[in-house]
């Protein structure tokens, strides 16, 4: 049986519309995660840290160090700390609950794996170039707290201390994780 199309001919817009459906498809790639569970699981990330602030974590240190009085900071989580010293440098806290040490890049440094405290940490000489160190604490598989130091004048090895001082002093006040 053939079909004829032409003017006047249903064939013509049924092939059409038949043909675009088919085109179409209402799936995303990747696998679909009930709501409730992605909300479960961002929600105890967050909760991991409590009502944690960075700034209380920074300022004993920074302030026995005649640093200015730490600052607010959102660079690389919300809940971040700054404290300058004039001519010396700077130096930040970071609670970053949405990831863990692996996923911390190490910039222009290479990641050392250490301990501080009793938790896994790496620390990173040289992460922002000359004069610069972070040490990041896991504190879940998925939730750490960085320190970091930048200096005007010194070393890699200078500003790692400074940042293992400030995250040593840090580590007894974060949760436990799982």
């Known amino acids: 049986m053939a079909l004829h199309s032409g003017p006047g001919s249903p064939v013509a817009p049924v092939a059409v519309l038949a043909v675009a459906a088919s085109a179409c498809s209402s799936e995303l790639p990747g696998s679909a995660v009930p709501q409730a569970a992605a909300i479960k699981s961002s929600t105890r990330s967050a909760d991991v ?4 602030n960075a700034c209380d974590l920074l300022e004993p240190t920074t302030t026995a160090k005649g640093f200015e009085s730490p600052k607010e900071e959102t660079y690389e989580s919300d809940n971040g700390c700054a404290a300058r010293k004039q001519g010396y440098g700077s130096v930040s806290i970071y609670i970053v609950p949405e990831a863990g040490i692996d996923q911390l890049s190490p910039g222009q440094g290479t ?6 405290g009793s938790r896994e940490a790496v620390e990173i000489p040289g992460d922002a170039g000359k ?9 879940t598989a998925g939730s750490r707290l960085t320190a970091s130091t930048s200096l005007n004048k010194g070393t890699n090895e200078e500003a790692c201390a400074l940042s293992r001082e400030i995250a040593t002093a840090a580590e007894p006040k974060l949760p436990r994780g799982n």
């Open 49 to 52: 840290f409590r009502n944690l």
């Open 111 to 116: 990641k050392i794996p250490t301990k501080v």
């Open 131 to 139: 004069q610069a160190c972070t040490v990041a604490i896991a504190v």
